[in-house]
């Protein structure tokens, strides 16, 4: 069984970046397609990224296209979100989840494994 762990949360001011990571345990991750999420205080958990068990293929919310990149390295079963740019609305708790599967998958009921969370908090 693949279990993650997210990592590389912080305490940021608006425009600068961070890379969060999730490291997946067990055999095979490179067989799993994988996603981050976010959670901010008081509302749903919402997706941010996606990406094929290639990285080839990738999916993002519009509110973070164009600052936001997911990759993978599969050597190190390690998946990334590069964020640049961030702003006071991206504070929330992310979360990286993953499923055995050749898709891509934007909701939260696609995904049957998921993280403990990392937070990052944008200041103004």
């Known amino acids: 069984q693949v279990q993650l762990v997210e990592s590389g949360g912080g305490l940021v001011q608006a425009g600068d970046s961070l890379r969060l990571s999730c490291a997946a345990s067990g055999r095979a991750f490179s067989l799993y397609a994988v996603g981050w999420f976010r959670q901010a205080p008081g509302k749903e958990r919402q997706f941010v990224a996606a990406?094929?068990?290639?990285?080839?293929?990738?999916n993002y919310a519009d509110s973070v296209k164009g600052r936001f990149t997911i990759s993978r390295d599969n050597a190190k079963n390690t998946v990334y979100l590069q964020m640049n740019s961030l702003k006071p609305e991206d504070t929330a708790v992310y979360y990286c989840?993953?499923?055995?599967?050749?898709?891509?998958?934007?909701?939260?009921?696609?995904?049957?494994?998921w993280g403990q969370g990392t937070q990052v908090t944008v200041s103004s």
């Open positions: 989840a993953a499923r055995r599967s050749s898709g891509i998958y934007s909701q939260l009921r696609d995904y049957d494994l």
């Open positions: 990406g094929s068990w290639s990285g080839i293929s990738t």
